[in-house]
């Protein structure tokens, strides 16, 4: 049952609900045309319909789904937990002011899932209701995707999709391939050949299939796309064949057919058990730094509330101690509250008071978090700067939670080959026999031979030459390009072979650039024919025919096929890495080899042995029989045919090796140099041999030149491994001034891992780069998931462009996929993906760079206004007998969060930018300004709980003392309520929250022009709106016109300008004495940047337009800087002067936008 | 998020995925940049302070050429004012008459307020001020036959008879009243006291009405229901002889039920401002009868009563403007004070950049 991990929910789900009982048997028995065995000893099967659910609700369980999955957050339940005390006991604001709220944030989060789930269902109805032919009673009904049942025999024409996992019975050709393409699956563009078994390739039409009985057997679903093991038994003239079935056999849902009219197939995997389906899974939730210290704020928050409510019921008791206070004359009890038992009125009172101050959970923070991730993250993909020309491929954003999390980066670990480089494979040179050629102008030099023919006609190859290019254009698993294959099939019109180039289509880079100069040396391949590979030798073709072929596999490391001759030999040629060659070699130019493959690698080359075997008669019967045999196991294939091949690919004779560059991307040395910079730690992961490795890090400036270069290889037992790293850690210390580098391989690494991990760690964390080679994929994991665990817990990201990287990628606290050429795969498992590495420093110093500060200062600031918010009303308390009387009214207690001060944060949170966007990149070290969560740290946050705080008793004493005089403060001497009272601490605090934003705001656009202002404005056209009417459905008229009466009064307004710049003195003044005392490079930048710190107002003038509208304040203002000091002075006059053409010098920069590169 | 849609579709004929190079989408809206730097800080502060400072002495002088005095009546010491009503019962029939006499050495500029002070009285106790029908009060029949809920313990009374105007607050109606006579030639003469424009003028126009029901008197209306809480002396339609100040919309009425923010409250009374006194109060004697009618002794209250002439500020406020002038030293001084750390550190930070 391992499937089901993978599959999500729904399944479960399905499961759930009995559609889907969990399948018992390991193996699924597919009776083909669902023809049923007469005889009845068999036991049907469920199985998943052909119907592909990716949305999450129904019409009718969306509310309930949705609202369980809501309330399923902590945050989300906490309210509604108040809510529903607030309609139980009896407490003094009404259930609407959380209940409010609440709805609005659930109601708002609904309508974004709903929406994104109606397009789910858009889709799913889309796939499911497209058109399908299905072979039934001996001839073919068209039908509905999602009818397909299994055991259904399906007819796919060319260029469909296959709609469900299909066993291929036969195609329109002979043989019974076909080609598809897995584009949509894992990326992968080129053609791919699938085959049906020989029985049933002959079944080429619908009365034909009628006749097939056949029986397959197969693995139950699973989600790797690469597996698939299964046999079919047909019955034919009541005899039963068996015949294995490969991944070669079944075709994938999703993937498209290509170069075939039509084909036939049964559908094995279904629906939601279709592979393709399987891989959709909800990917594992990946959870930012700055989610998790907002979490621990809510904890704090939550203590400090429940501190206050515990408090205010002890305060309330010890007063009610006293008669006099407890129940005066004019204030008698209810007799319910007289009689009811003093523990449960206690808890009652407790309750209470925890509804009262429980806003002080921002309740609307989680919400907005989330909107703010959301909609700022089109910016990434909007970003022309990560937009790729060439490829045409913008940034992809597949999760937009980690935003804030590229702003906080200290390790990257970074894939080489096809991320560091293009993976763009250029032959360079090779060895043949011993002897090392290099590729001059299209043709092979011998070394030490001087290119003294540069155009005379081309020389023939000797013998080992040519077969040694003819293993290289044999052994492969290349594609033909599909023009040709499609113009006439398999014709040999194009006999010259110089006329037409077939075009090589194929997922490995390494094997077309081999094949490209095999071509140009004159051996070229030019296609497969039925059985047969074609190779043209300087025009005269030869046929081999296609014995076997011994798949690529990442443990072996190497690939084989077993040809016929055209002379009748069988022969076995492999291609491989040559620590899976060597060893298995016994003749040819070992040595020499050996030594110019080393060469090769040290300068960068990628290299691949090529050898050779010639079959005897005996042997060959020996290997096709045992091949034949593991191909036809159901259980443990792999194993099997391993061993097979172990068998196989021995003694070798080495023919040569190749030697293939690899091209450096663009900019990766400057984005190598701008991330350490910024105080990213790189570690480069590949799976290349060291020599390669390294001269690759030399080249792209992850070492240098002047760098210590550190080894750890070849490690072979613990107790060696253990004294290496303990020498390399003295090294270290004996010479701390230079940088280090360090070199691990992976067998070094895993021994590393296994007993000296802190050994290891230290070692690793006093190296400047670290590159790691030849490493799995899963040990690319490995390695990031131990920095991750290890005390300092670092924010690592990984970048990686092939499948080898998605486990590291997933790893990560940030994975990043490239666009690369290696298919799809990672970039579907990322987070992020991008075309190039260059990207990666605009990605994080300035979007993550940007995306932290946004977020941070939201989170801060939400804990911020709700403590101003709720503290007045805790001191009330103190003042109304600890009565639990709001100070606010209920409607502006529901709509604070909500309405009036929402809006301005939640611009801020997209717009701000403190520094310009090309001062972050160009000076990376400002990213070391926010490393470590430094915004979200102990200190700001306690600053910011105290400024809270420090605002609110500014704002209740202020008023309290206004108020507390007990004079009128009206001109026609009437007095003021409590509700006044309460409005003129909400009106001082809606405006000094807002103008604590706007102080935090470097960046104003029209928009937060708009927000800033207008929620004031609209708090105050709301707030005579509401106090203007009596509310016919309200119980109380508490607020009518208290609004006006409060803004009637000179004393008020006094008051009220008096409080909140005394609030924002404070703030004001620790910034400013911050800004000069403790500069950070930001703040530097800051003041650099804009030339001069009087920018503000001048830009300000230059901003309501107009140079003549500058000179009176720049005249003011020069008098007054004079006093100051006299470089001051000067410095002010030219900024000044340059300045007030600021709004030209912008303009210049708007039309030249490219310019931001540099 | 999943990406089924997305990636069923082919990528084959992707049109231009360039992004639009806008200024929104580029994040290069023109923006202002202001630098919160001490330089443009620095005058700020400056300009700030002294100008706060000049504010405040304006509203210090202002508030201070506002007369007021106040005299406590409590009586909470036999021998005090009044101390021999200090054990009054709320509606007694006769009420205690407590009389003195004060001189006023400075005129009071007309108009000219006067306010009765409690102290220690938590009108903003969430029980107390709950405890009201206001469609009750803007003379809603069906309310006035049956208040809300939150009226108890003063919504019904034994005889489930509905209490109009009904609930806590109502019924804590302050009831003393002054008299006050001025001493000239030998006479006393009665200062008129005007009992109009005390309320605002919303809540006497509009939030509290009486009921009306088919050309009923106001009596008639109040018939069904206790016509007044339990500890009134008076029914609600005898609160004024004045019909258009009378029922639930007598002002004496309305101010009280505008329950007050702290549990020290002043709520004004009468204001003087016709007959020979309207430019105000002259120096002379003046003698105040109180019909002591309200106790305040069994939680420890305290009774004032106030006169002040107002500004257009309203009364007596010292608050504002020695905040203003506090405050406006304040930035002066840590604007002196930031200048000189900047001078001081203006070397170094110049040699930095």
Redesign the interface.
């Known amino acids: 049952m391992d499937s089901c991990t993978n599959c999500g929910l729904f399944r479960w789900v399905w499961q759930l609900l009995g559609f889907d009982p969990p399948n018992h048997s390991e193996t699924r028995t597919v009776y083909v045309a669902n023809r049923f065995p007469q005889h009845g000893h068999y036991i049907p099967q469920k199985f998943a319909d052909n119907r592909?659910i990716?949305s999450k609700y129904t019409v009718l369980n969306f509310v309930p789904k949705n609202l369980f999955e809501q309330f399923r957050r902590i945050a989300n339940f906490y309210f509604l937990i108040i809510f529903l005390v607030q309609l139980m006991i009896d407490t003094?604001t009404s259930p609407v002011t959380s209940g409010l709220p609440l709805f609005f944030v659930i109601t708002v989060t609904a309508i974004k899932q709903g929406y994104?789930d109606w397009?789910?269902h858009?889709?799913d109805n889309e796939?499911n209701g497209a058109p399908v032919y299905v072979v039934r009673s001996g001839g073919l009904v068209k039908t509905r995707s999602k009818n397909i049942r299994v055991g259904d025999i399906v007819r796919v024409a060319k260029d469909e999709?296959f709609p469900a996992d299909l066993v291929l019975l036969s195609s329109d050709r002979i043989n019974g391939s076909c080609h598809i393409t897995t584009?949509?699956?894992d990326g992968e563009t080129n053609l791919k050949t699938h085959f049906a078994v020989a029985e049933t390739a002959v079944l080429q039409s619908v009365t034909d299939l009628d006749t097939l009985i056949a029986v397959i057997e197969c693995q139950q679903p699973e989600a790797d796309l690469y597996r698939f093991v299964g046999r079919i038994t047909i019955r034919q003239h009541s005899e039963d064949l068996v015949r294995p079935l490969g991944p070669e056999n079944l075709l994938l849902r999703?993937a498209?057919l290509k170069n075939s009219k039509e084909i036939f197939g049964v559908a094995v995997y279904t629906g939601m058990e279709a592979k393709m389906t399987l891989n959709?899974k909800?990917k594992s939730q990946k959870r930012s730094a700055v989610e998790k210290s907002m979490n621990s704020f809510l904890l704090v928050y939550l203590i400090i509330l429940l501190f206050e409510a515990i408090l205010s019921t002890i305060m309330k008791y010890a007063w009610q101690a006293e008669d006099?206070?407890d129940e005066?004359?004019?204030?008698?009890?209810?007799?319910k509250?007289r009689n009811s038992s003093k523990i449960l009125k206690f808890i009652s009172d407790f309750l209470a008071f925890l509804v009262l101050y429980n806003f002080i959970i921002p309740i609307s923070l989680y919400v907005t978090v989330e909107m703010q991730k959301f909609l700022g993250s089109?910016?990434i993909?909007?970003?022309?700067d990560l937009?790729h020309?060439e490829s045409?491929?913008?940034a992809q954003v597949?999760?937009s939670d980690l935003n804030e999390e590229l702003g906080q980066v200290e390790y990257v670990f970074t894939d080489k080959t096809g991320t560091l480089t293009e993976n763009e494979m250029q032959f360079k040179e090779c060895s043949v026999n011993g002897i090392k050629y290099q590729e001059i102008n299209g043709k092979l030099v011998p070394e030490g031979v001087t290119v003294d023919f540069p155009d005379g006609p081309t020389t023939g190859l000797t013998k080992e030459e040519e077969l040694f290019f003819k293993a290289i254009s044999l052994c492969h698993s290349v594609q033909i390009g599909q023009d040709r294959v499609d113009g006439s099939l398999d014709g040999f019109q194009c006999a010259n072979g110089i006329s037409t180039q077939p075009e090589y289509y194929t997922s490995s880079p390494d094997e077309k650039a081999l094949l490209e100069a095999s071509r140009r040396m004159g051996v070229a391949f030019s296609g497969i024919d039925g059985n047969f590979m074609e190779v043209k030798i300087f025009g005269k073709l030869e046929r081999y025919k296609l014995l076997h072929l011994l798949e690529f596999d990442a443990n072996r490391r190497c690939m084989s096929v077993i040809v016929d001759t055209p002379s009748g030999d069988k022969i076995l040629f492999t291609k491989g890495a040559e620590s899976s060659i060597f060893p298995n070699t016994k003749g040819g130019e070992l040595d020499r080899t050996s030594v110019h493959v080393d060469e090769f690698a040290s300068k960068g080359l990628r290299t691949l042995c090529v050898a050779y075997r010639r079959f005897t008669a005996e042997e060959y019967q020996e290997v096709d029989r045992r091949l034949c045999e593991a191909r036809a196991v159901l259980h443990q294939r792999e194993e099997c045919l391993a061993d097979v091949f172990n068998f196989i690919e021995k003694d070798l004779e080495i023919l040569g090796a190749t030697g293939v560059e690899d091209r450096l991307q663009d900019k990766v040395l400057e984005t190598i140099d701008a991330l350490r910079l910024a105080g990213i730690k790189i570690w480069v992961l590949t799976g290349d041999k060291q020599e390669t490795a390294v001269s690759v890090s030399l080249s792209c400036g992850h070492f240098h030149r002047g760098m210590n270069i550190l080894e750890l290889v070849h490690q072979k037992t613990d107790r060696d491994c253990a004294e290496q790293l303990r020498q390399l850690a003295r090294r270290i210390q004996d010479d701390h001034i230079i940088q280090h580098g360090l070199v691990v391989d992976g067998a070094s690494l895993s021994l590393a891992l296994r007993e000296h991990e802190k050994l290891f760690m230290d070692v690793c964390k006093s190296c400047t780069a670290v590159l790691c080679c030849r490493m799995a994929p899963l040990q690319k994991a490995k390695v990031v998931r131990l920095l991750k665990i290890s005390p300092e817990k670092p924010i690592t990201l990984a970048i990686g462009d092939g499948a080898n990287d998605v486990s590291m990628i997933q790893e990560a606290h940030v994975g990043i996929g490239i666009m690369g050429k290696e298919g799809r795969q990672a970039v579907?498992n990322s987070d992020y993906a991008i075309a190039r590495f260059k990207f990666l420093s605009k990605l994080l110093l300035v979007h993550g760079h940007?995306y932290y500060i946004r977020i941070s200062t939201l989170v801060q600031y939400f804990f911020y206004k709700n403590v101003c918010f709720i503290t007045p009303q805790f001191l009330y308390q103190f003042?109304?007998?600890f009565?639990?009387?709001t100070l606010y009214d209920s409607v502006y207690l529901t709509l604070y969060n909500i309405c009036f001060t929402s809006l301005p944060v939640l611009v801020y949170s997209l717009?701000e930018?403190h520094v310009h966007?090309h001062v972050l990149q160009s000076k990376p070290a400002l990213y070391r300004d926010i490393s470590k969560n430094a915004l979200l740290g102990f200190k700001p946050f306690l600053y910011w709980t105290f400024l809270g705080f420090g605002h609110a008793f500014v704002f209740f004493f202020?008023s309290?003392?206004?108020?507390?005089?007990?004079?009128?403060?009206?001109?026609?001497?009437?007095?003021?309520?409590?509700w006044?009272?309460?409005t003129l601490v909400f009106t001082v605090m809606v405006i000094t929250v807002t103008m604590k934003m706007a102080?935090e705001t470097?960046?104003?656009?029209?928009?937060?022009h708009f927000v800033t202002w207008g929620s004031i404005a609209f708090y105050f056209i709301f707030s005579l709106f509401y106090g203007g009417i009596?509310w016919p459905f309200l119980?109380?008229?508490?607020m009518?016109?208290v609004f006006?009466?409060l803004l009637s009064?000179?004393?008020a307004w006094?008051?009220i300008i008096?409080i909140i710049?005394?609030c924002l003195?404070l703030d004001?003044?620790k910034?400013?004495?911050y800004?000069?005392?403790y500069?950070t490079n930001t703040e530097?930048e800051?003041?650099?940047e804009?030339g001069?710190?009087?920018?503000?107002?001048d830009?300000?003038c230059c901003?309501s337009g107009g140079e003549t509208a500058c000179v009176p304040i720049r005249r003011v203002?020069e008098r007054?800087?004079g006093r100051?000091?006299p470089?001051?002075f000067s410095r002010?006059g030219t900024s000044l002067n340059s300045l007030c053409c600021q709004r030209f010098s912008?303009k210049l920069?708007?039309d030249e936008?490219t310019a931001l590169d540099e | 998020?999943?990406?089924?849609?997305k990636?069923?579709?082919?990528?084959e004929s992707?049109p231009?995925?360039?992004?639009?190079?806008t200024?929104f989408?580029?994040?290069?809206?023109?923006?202002?940049?202001?630098?919160?730097?001490?330089?443009?800080?620095?005058?700020f502060f400056f300009l700030?302070g002294f100008s706060?400072i000049a504010?405040g002495i304006g509203?210090f002088y202002s508030s201070n050429s506002i007369k007021?005095c106040e005299f406590d009546y409590t009586g909470s010491q036999p021998g005090d004012r009044c101390g021999e009503c200090l054990n009054v019962v709320?509606n007694a029939t006769h009420p205690c008459n407590c009389n003195f006499t004060f001189n006023l050495t400075d005129v009071f500029q007309g108009?000219v307020?006067m306010?009765y002070?409690l102290s220690n009285?938590?009108?903003?106790?969430?029980?107390?001020?709950a405890s009201?029908?206001?469609?009750q009060l803007?003379g809603y029949l069906s309310n006035l036959k049956s208040p809300?809920n939150?009226c108890?313990?003063y919504q019904y009374d034994e005889k489930n008879t509905p209490y109009a105007p009904c609930g806590?607050v109502a019924?804590?109606m302050f009831n003393d009243v002054f008299k006050l006579s001025y001493y000239v030639n030998g006479n006393y003469t009665e200062v008129p006291l005007t009992g109009k424009?005390?309320?605002?003028w919303?809540?006497y126009n509009?939030?509290f009405s009486n009921p009306t029901e088919d050309n009923k008197t106001l009596t008639a209306v109040f018939e069904d229901t206790t016509q007044k809480p339990p500890q009134w002396a008076v029914p609600v339609w005898q609160l004024s002889d004045d019909a258009t100040n009378n029922g639930f919309v007598n002002e004496d009425f309305i101010?009280w039920m505008?329950?007050?923010?702290?549990?020290?409250?002043?709520?004004?009374y009468r204001?003087i401002e016709s007959g020979n006194f309207t430019e105000g109060l002259p120096v002379g004697q003046y003698f105040l009868q109180i019909d002591y009618k309200y106790?305040v002794l069994?939680?420890?209250g305290r009774k004032k009563i106030v006169f002040?002439s107002?500004?257009?500020?309203?009364?007596?406020?010292?608050?504002?403007g020695i905040?203003?002038i506090v405050?406006g030293s304040?930035?002066v001084f840590?604007g002196i004070l930031?200048?000189i750390?900047?001078?001081k550190?203006?070397g170094t930070?110049?040699d930095?950049?």
């Not at chain 1, 309290?960 to 409590?978: A, C, P, R, V």
């Not at chain 1, 001069?1092 to 107002?1097: D, E, F, P």
């Not at chain 2, 009201?132 to 469609?135: A, C, F, G, V």
Request: proline share 5%; aromatic share 16%.
């Open positions: 592909i990716s003094p994104e397009l789910r858009k889709a796939v999709t584009a949509s699956l999703g498209r959709y909800t006099q206070w005066p004359w004019y204030n008698r009890k209810t007799d509250e089109f910016f993909s909007w970003d022309l937009y020309e045409n491929q913008r597949n999760t579907r940007y003042l109304c007998l009565s639990q009387q717009f930018q966007a202020g309290y003392f206004l108020m507390g005089e007990d004079t009128s403060l009206l001109g026609n001497g009437q007095m003021f309520g409590n006044t009272f309460g102080l470097h960046f104003w656009t029209w928009l937060n009596i119980h109380t008229q508490d009518y016109f006006v009466q009064s000179g004393s006094f008051a008096i710049i005394a003195f004001v003044m910034k400013v004495a800004r000069h005392i500069q530097k800051q003041s650099t804009t001069s710190s009087i920018n503000c107002l830009s300000m901003y203002l007054m800087m100051c000091s470089a001051r002010c912008y920069e708007n936008p | 998020m999943t990406m089924a849609p990636d069923i579709q082919s990528k992707v231009s995925q360039r992004p639009d190079n200024a989408t580029q994040q290069r809206l023109p923006a202002w940049q202001p630098l919160l730097s001490a330089s443009i800080v620095l005058p700030a706060f504010v509203l007021e709320f108009p307020f306010y002070e009285f938590f009108q903003n106790h969430f029980r107390y001020m009201r029908d206001d469609t803007s809300v939150a108890y313990p806590a019924n804590s424009g005390i309320a605002w919303t809540d509009i939030k101010v505008r329950t007050a923010a702290l549990p020290s409250f002043r709520k004004l204001r106790p069994s939680f420890n002040s107002v500004s257009w500020m309203g009364g007596k406020n010292p608050f504002l905040a203003y405050f304040l930035c840590f930031m200048l750390v900047f001078l550190t203006q930070t110049n930095d950049m």
